[in-house]
């Protein structure tokens, strides 16, 4: 029997812990696809219904009791369609990540999730208990097999499923981006098909939580791993893709490919997704930061209003005896070119009124980087100040490259409820500061151009207490991306004195790490979820030992 079997994906953005509201979102994708007559299946994310990751959310029993709620109200609407949906499944003190698969009307099937990963940014083993058997629905006379994202990256279960008698295979993810992630996906996808001979639908989540991104990203390969569509990435909406199918095949047609971002691009609007959705999401009417004249404070603004849009953001600059003239120029033109609200606040009297106060207690000390910590920890009361005012969250300018190495004031300029720059070394800010004046020029060509400077102190330079960046972010990328030792980053041509002391200020820095606000993720390891070092350590490395 020969026939064409027609499939939407939708690539929504769940909201975790938002049980009612991602049910809606789902019930509304089911009806718009029936309304459009151009599917028999529609699918859902992984735990659409939940959001995902929903951590330890689902220990509470509240929460348990509205996924039922939801499972009941989904399975009325699907009348004369399927839809996949992605859920936490109870079974008395076990809980599975898991698919159910509604067929007009009815529940007709639970997959569970095989392969729990637990590695990088994930711990699916916390909570869930791996299934074990394949599951096979038809759909419209087509056997399809499910799986879920890391079932994907595993052979076995897509095995099982062929083995089963499956003649395609659907996916749902909620698979974070990551530089290349896409790439990966794409390429592991042609490896499954290539053993099962069959083609693989593969649906992701969209949108931010937390430190996360979801990037979308949904696509199909036909039997020999060939990528035949693409839904956009990090775009919110329903893909449609269909099948022909026969007595001994089914073949995918060809539908819209969209093409793969750049790095820059797509580094950028994982950005800039990551602040809108904790922004909006945590229900915050907009964001202040302070604007330094300074390039990790320009992109920060950039990213903010792209996410946000001018009126929800204010810039502050907060000037003191040290702040050049540029970096005033410079931030108001910013400010102007963005339209957003600005300031000019001086914090000559407060950091004076402080340094006053600590007069007879700090009598005959030197000035040190305690005096500089001031000015920034002055800026960071200021900019919190308005933040209690007005309800705007306080957007932390800092980069990866400080965080890693401590070139940051502990509740100073480290101040704030996010960190959009967060895993985004000083080389990848100069990038992307390009990239974003190469689709309309907002940054002033002198903040990229500019030696950077904390202007906490004359003439001051961020050469004076760091390596050049294009040194330490190569062995910072060697150290987190890698894990590579002390010699193995001198093997690659690093002074080896200037390798162990960027890794001893790694080591020593933990503790202000520990006390940052979240930022986005967008490498293969960054401070926050995947990075768990102690904070008391009594690890050197080798020349640390042989000098005691």
């Known amino acids: 029997m020969a026939g064409q079997l027609r499939i939407a994906l939708a690539q929504i953005n769940a909201f975790v812990g938002d049980i009612a509201g991602n049910t809606d979102r789902i019930v509304e994708a089911i009806r718009l696809a029936r309304q459009r007559g151009r599917a028999d299946l529609v699918v859902f994310p992984e735990l659409a219904i939940s959001g995902y990751p929903p951590e330890d959310l689902l220990f509470h029993a509240g929460f348990r009791r509205q996924l039922d709620i939801a499972l009941d109200r989904i399975g009325t609407e699907t009348a004369g369609i399927a839809a996949l949906v992605g859920f936490p499944e109870f079974d008395g003190d076990r809980i599975y990540n898991a698919a159910a698969i509604f067929v007009d009307g009815g529940k007709t099937a639970v997959y569970r999730k095989q392969c729990l990963p637990n590695y990088s940014v994930f711990d699916e083993q916390r909570y869930f208990t791996a299934g074990t058997s394949p599951v096979v629905v038809t759909i419209r006379n087509v056997p399809v097999g499910v799986a879920i994202c890391e079932d994907i990256w595993e052979q076995e279960p897509c095995r099982q499923a062929a083995g089963a008698g499956a003649r395609m295979i659907v996916a749902i993810n909620g698979s974070p981006y990551e530089l290349g992630r896409q790439q990966q996906r794409e390429r592991v996808l042609k490896e499954r098909a290539g053993e099962t001979g069959l083609p693989i639908v593969y649906q992701n989540l969209v949108g931010g939580q937390d430190e996360l991104v979801f990037d979308g990203g949904s696509c199909v390969v036909n039997a020999e791993g060939a990528v035949v569509m693409r839904a956009p990435a990090f775009t919110e909406g329903i893909y449609d893709c269909s099948f022909a199918f026969g007595d001994d095949s089914v073949v995918p047609l060809t539908g819209d490919i969209s093409p793969l971002l750049s790095d820059d691009a797509s580094i950028y609007t994982a950005l800039v997704t990551g602040v809108r959705d904790y922004v909006r999401k945590n229900g915050f009417p907009g964001v202040v930061l302070g604007l330094s004249g300074g390039l990790d404070s320009a992109l920060t603004l950039a990213i903010a209003v792209d996410a946000l849009g001018a009126g929800s953001v204010q810039a502050v600059m907060m000037a003191y005896r040290y702040t050049s003239k540029m970096s005033l120029e410079d931030a108001e033109q910013q400010a102007l070119a963005e339209g957003v609200g600005f300031q000019v606040i001086p914090i000559d009297a407060t950091v004076g009124a402080i340094n006053a106060t600590l007069a007879d207690l700090f009598a005959g000390l030197a000035e040190d980087s305690t005096e500089e910590n001031i000015q920034a920890r002055c800026r960071g009361i200021i900019l919190m100040a308005i933040s209690n005012k007005t309800g705007?969250?306080?957007?932390?300018?800092?980069?990866?490259?400080?965080?890693?190495?401590?070139?940051?004031?502990?509740?100073?300029?480290?101040?704030?409820?996010?960190?959009?720059?967060?895993?985004?070394?000083?080389?990848?800010?100069?990038?992307?500061?390009r990239y974003r004046n190469s689709i309309g020029p907002v940054i002033p060509d002198r903040v990229i151009e500019r030696p950077p400077s904390a202007e906490l102190r004359p003439d001051q330079k961020d050469s004076d207490s760091l390596?050049?960046?294009?040194?330490?972010?190569?062995?910072?990328?060697?150290?987190?991306?890698?894990?590579?030792?002390?010699?193995?980053?001198?093997?690659?041509?690093?002074?080896?004195?200037?390798?162990?002391?960027?890794?001893?200020?790694?080591?020593?820095?933990?503790?202000?790490?520990?006390?940052?606000?979240?930022?986005?993720r967008v490498s293969g390891r960054a401070f926050g979820r995947d990075w768990r070092y102690p904070l008391t350590s009594g690890y050197r490395h080798p020349e640390k030992w042989a000098r005691r």
Do not use: W
């Open 467 to 520: 390596p050049d960046y294009a040194i330490l972010d190569a062995i910072l990328d060697a150290l987190m991306i890698e894990n590579c030792s002390v010699d193995e980053i001198a093997a690659r041509g690093f002074d080896r004195r200037i390798v162990g002391e960027v890794l001893d200020m790694v080591r020593h820095n933990e503790y202000k790490r520990r006390q940052a606000p979240p930022g986005v």
């Open 392 to 433: 705007r969250m306080v957007l932390t300018t800092g980069n990866k490259s400080e965080m890693a190495v401590g070139y940051a004031t502990l509740y100073g300029d480290m101040v704030g409820g996010f960190a959009p720059l967060k895993d985004c070394t000083k080389t990848r800010v100069y990038r992307l500061a």
